[in-house]
């Protein structure tokens, strides 16, 4: 059989651990056999982000730009611990922070659903979409350890002159501070973005907040939203049968538990970083939610919404068998890989990623899975494989479907 031909590349960013170890592997069985991948590769892992001084994220996130769609292996964001056992020479920060910082888009994360996987929540019959705002916030704050006793200020100083100042707290001792921000034009990209895709999908959009305490910062985000909805959307919503509405964030969560599922919840930076890993270990695995960075300018970064697998990479290293859930990263290149299909005119290329996708599905359907799917499935007498011998499951499916 011949290999399918790519006429534009695509962005690969290499990540850690695990993950970077199951990267490797995949390529080998599940893309280089069958495509002729066109790839601009970035080693964002950790030791390759220390030697660059962390440039080589940013060159990634400047590639994607330029060619439109990436596709992103998990990476380690370094605390304390983790700059001692590379020997960092700083903290570096979060590359998915640098990179949607960059590229100003919204992450939409959504289960993949499998039968024998049935949600530990009773009452989901429906993936449940989280929508990220994927700028700023947290993600993009500025941090100070204070010393000792002082006054610590919020000071805004405009290019006209005017400056805004407000007492934020009055240190005794020492103590933590914190200073976020976050943009208009950002937010409004973020409230689009999550119309369009509830326009494109048909599903209703949930958004949360916690204005009631955050009367400027929270409350801003909740105007924009409502704003762009009245003038823009609402016509559309009404159209299409389909709803928006607004709900603090407490009341959104008890809202999400009570019920079907089937509908966008678009969340604030951290709260999508948190229920994105609630709704997806709720679904059946964090290894089986897809991710997915789309910006205003139609760029496109897929991934897993998972991390490294850190304690499967320390077993690995000494030897020892790994049952590893590699479906989320699959589901990444295929993502990207249908992406790239559908700009580039490329049907095969598109066709490839659906079938290698129904491989993946119909794989643990017969009831060839990793240990933490086994675990909790509902089919009986499951067969437990190990990290590599689940994706080569995956490719003898994958075979058989190209051969038909």
Not at 111 to 131: L, R
Not at 189 to 211: I, M, N
Not at 340 to 356: I, Y
Not at 365 to 390: H, Y
């Amino acid at each position: 059989m011949e290999k399918i031909q790519m006429t534009t590349p695509l962005v690969e960013m290499d990540g850690d651990e695990m993950t970077r170890i199951l990267w490797q592997y995949i390529k080998d069985e599940l893309i280089y056999p069958f495509i002729d991948l066109k790839s601009e590769y970035y080693d964002l892992g950790l030791v390759h982000r220390n030697e660059t001084d962390d440039k080589v994220t940013f060159d990634s996130a400047y590639a994607t730009q330029k060619y439109g769609v990436a596709v992103k292996c998990a990476t380690i964001t370094p605390n304390a611990a983790r700059v001692k056992e590379y020997n960092l020479k700083e903290m570096w920060k979060s590359p998915n922070g640098t990179i949607r910082a960059i590229l100003d888009g919204t992450v939409f994360r959504a289960p993949i659903v499998v039968k024998g996987i049935e949600p530990c929540v009773k009452n989901w019959k429906k993936p449940i979409t989280i929508a990220r705002h994927a700028y700023g916030d947290v993600y993009k704050s500025v941090e100070i350890d204070v010393p000792g006793p002082g006054t610590a200020e919020l000071v805004f100083t405009g290019d006209d002159g005017q400056v805004i100042k407000e007492t934020i707290h009055k240190f005794d001792g020492p103590g933590v501070l914190q200073g976020q921000h976050n943009v208009d034009k950002s937010i409004e990209s973020f409230a689009r973005s999550c119309f369009k895709y509830a326009l494109d999908t048909k599903q209703t959009l949930w958004f949360a907040t916690k204005d009631t305490i955050s009367k400027k910062y929270d409350h801003t985000f909740k105007d924009i939203f409502q704003e762009i909805f009245d003038a823009e959307y609402k016509e559309q919503f009404d159209a299409a049968g389909i709803e928006y509405f607004y709900t603090l964030i407490d009341d959104a969560v008890a809202r999400v538990m009570k019920s079907e599922g089937g509908y966008i919840w678009a969340c604030k930076n951290y709260d999508g970083d948190v229920m994105s890993d609630m709704v997806a270990t709720a679904f059946g695995s964090l290894a089986m939610m897809t991710s997915v960075l789309v910006s205003p300018e139609g760029y496109y970064e897929y991934e897993a919404a998972h991390g490294t697998v850190q304690r499967h990479y320390y077993k690995y290293l000494k030897g020892e068998t790994t049952s590893t859930n590699s479906v989320a990263t699959i589901f990444a290149w295929t993502g990207a890989l249908r992406k790239r299909g559908e700009l580039d005119n490329n049907a095969e290329l598109v066709h490839f990623a659906d079938l290698l996708e129904k491989a993946c599905i119909d794989t643990i359907e017969d009831g060839e899975m990793t240990k933490d799917l086994a675990i909790i499935t509902t089919i009986e007498n499951p067969k437990v494989l190990d990290s590599f011998e689940f994706i080569k499951a995956i490719r003898t499916r994958l075979e058989k479907y190209l051969q038909n």
